[in-house]
């Protein structure tokens, strides 16, 4: 079974128009996070998130949004896209309160925006 | 600012040596740093965890070093194979729960 898994895998869209990647674990952990990895291959925190605080890494544009309907999913958002959103999204899970304890990673959402 | 180094340029290495990748950083202080591996269209896999307090760190074939006087880990992959080709991230923590921040990672590549 898949612990952490996300949809679609593939989104091809234009310019100024909204879309949503979903992502869900099932590691029963209470931090989940959305990151970024560019054409460079860097690898770069959008949102930490768990049921008692949402942190947003401040260079996140606020077309972005994370909305999470329980503890097992957290979606993200984004608004009138633009080219340079275009680049592959990783959702994450840890247990938070747990030091050191290692992310899970999805296998990724290729975004393309044309 | 915080700034991790790793060497982003590929790493040849023959089937059977030992690979070492650097991780450096600044301006940290991590009570610890993890180590991950990343291969073509998924997601990054966790490896091994290394304490400030913790000289060194083994998991098979694979070896971890941390050096907070020199603000550097090594990564060590002995026995080399080409299954192990692949990117190698780092992420040293301070803690807390907002995430990781990695390094660009180093992509090794095994050659038979």
């Known amino acids: 079974d898949t612990a952490v898994s996300q949809t679609p895998k593939y989104l091809v869209t234009q310019m100024g128009n909204d879309k949503s990647i979903k992502c869900e674990q099932n590691?029963?952990?209470?931090?989940m996070y959305w990151y970024k990895q560019d054409s460079k291959k860097f690898l770069k925190i959008m949102f930490s998130?768990?049921?008692?605080?949402?942190?947003i890494n401040e260079t996140v544009p606020n077309r972005f949004s994370p909305k999470s309907p329980d503890k097992a999913h957290l979606n993200l958002h984004i608004n009138s896209l633009e080219l340079g959103d275009s680049a592959v999204y990783f959702c994450?899970?840890?247990?938070?309160?747990?030091?050191?304890?290692?992310?899970?990673f999805g296998n990724g959402t290729r975004l393309t925006v044309t | 600012s915080q700034k991790i180094e790793q060497n982003s340029e590929a790493l040849n290495i023959q089937e059977g040596k030992t690979a070492t990748l650097t991780c450096n950083y600044t301006?940290?202080?991590?009570?610890?740093l993890q180590w991950y591996r990343q291969d073509p269209g998924r997601g990054p896999v966790f490896l091994l965890l290394?304490?400030?307090?913790?000289k060194e760190k083994r998991k098979e074939r694979l070896k971890v070093t941390f050096d907070t006087t020199l603000k550097q880990s090594l990564f060590h992959i002995t026995a080399s194979q080409p299954a192990d080709s692949a990117t190698y991230l780092c992420?040293?923590?301070?803690?807390?729960?907002?995430?990781?921040?990695f390094g660009k990672g180093t992509h090794l590549i095994i050659q038979p």
């Open positions: 994450a899970s840890s247990q938070g309160d747990r030091e050191g304890s290692p992310l899970h």
């Open positions: 590691l029963g952990h209470d931090t």
């Open positions: 998130y768990n049921n008692k605080e949402l942190i």
């Open positions: 301006n940290y202080s991590p009570a610890y």
């Open positions: 290394i304490r400030e307090n913790e």
């Open positions: 992420a040293p923590r301070t803690g807390g729960a907002d995430g990781l921040t």
